[in-house]
């Protein structure tokens, strides 16, 4: 199974389907993620907030595979957006993943009402570390589109990708039009909503149709409509399911029933990113 890619706006590539880490165990992250490589995942999407960038890393090394044929994202935590805390953070990244360099590292949540509402020095940090040759390309993460106008308007750099919930109860409709606006590639979490899109009939219906599993419908939605996904799965054979959707199509009307299962904001089930405003203590 070929997973294509998607051209960023620096000039580099991401392939769209990728395995995600949140809420694997740290202890358990080398094996999963060690599964995942077999099963063919090629892009690891991991956070400092998750703490267990150090299994990704162990599974990559052991897994013998070239640095260039594994993609990597990590993502700045909440506590150290201010800028030289954001530099000193990804150098820790590094040395847990044992790299000398990640493909992208991302302001995992914008919190407008922390730090006197200046997420702008933190991107400021970001383009410093791509300047740097610490991460080689930089996004955003759950940024709203005034988030993006912001940090776009006073630096000029435009992100790569900005990683949003999107499922087929939650479309993000304003913030997809905005990265596409801006030339920034939607990165959908939660891609299956969690497991609770998964028992939804239309979404059943679809698959029925097909032959194929709920999961790889709603993922299989996803990516014609041009967004990247990287769904977690602590097991084997979900991974090898999730990874099998390059081999059929939805058509244009199954993709429409899928995308009239959006509830708007009713449909969201992480926090509203204008309000969240977590900081580990
Ligand atoms: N930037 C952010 O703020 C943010 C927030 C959330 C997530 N993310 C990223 O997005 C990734 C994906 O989102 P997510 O992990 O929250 O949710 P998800 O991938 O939509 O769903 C994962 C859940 O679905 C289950 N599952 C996976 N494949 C399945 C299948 N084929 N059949 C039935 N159940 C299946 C998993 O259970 P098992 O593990 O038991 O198989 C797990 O409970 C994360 O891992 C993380 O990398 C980013």
Do not use: C
């Not at 360099?101 to 302001?107: R, T």
């Not at 791509?130 to 390309?137: D, K, P, Q, V």
């Not at 000029?156 to 499922?167: K, L």
């Amino acid at each position: 199974m070929t997973v294509p890619t998607i051209a960023l706006n620096d000039d580099t590539a991401i392939p769209q389907l990728g395995f995600g880490v949140f809420k694997v165990p740290p202890a358990e992250t080398a094996t999963t993620v060690a599964t995942a490589l077999e099963v063919g995942y090629r892009h690891i999407d991991t956070a400092q907030m998750y703490a267990n960038e150090a299994g990704v890393g162990d599974a990559i090394a052991a897994s013998g595979l070239a640095r260039d044929d594994v993609y990597v994202t990590t993502k700045l935590n909440n506590g150290f957006h201010l800028p030289a805390e954001a530099k000193a953070s990804l150098s820790r990244s590094l040395e847990l993943l044992r790299l000398d360099v990640v493909d992208l590292f991302l302001i995992h949540w914008p919190l407008p009402t922390r730090y006197d509402g200046d997420f702008v020095q933190t991107w400021q940090a970001l383009i410093e570390l791509r300047e740097a040759g610490l991460t080689r390309s930089i996004g955003v993460s759950n940024f709203q589109p005034a988030h993006l106008d912001r940090i776009i308007a006073e630096t000029g750099v435009v992100p790569a990708v900005n990683q949003v919930e999107v499922h087929p109860f939650f479309d993000n409709t304003a913030v997809r039009e905005a990265d596409a606006r801006h030339g920034v590639a939607t990165e959908a979490w939660a891609p299956i909503g969690q497991g609770k899109v998964l028992d939804e009939p239309t979404i059943g219906a679809v698959a029925a149709e097909l032959g194929r599993t709920p999961s790889q419908v709603t993922l299989r939605w996803h990516v014609q409509r041009g967004d990247i996904v990287f769904p977690k799965s602590m097991h084997a054979a979900r991974m090898a399911e999730n990874f099998a959707i390059f081999d059929f199509t939805l058509s244009d009307e199954q993709m429409a029933r899928i995308s009239g299962l959006d509830e708007g904001e009713a449909g969201r089930l992480g926090p509203n990113p204008d309000a969240f405003d977590y900081v580990p203590d």
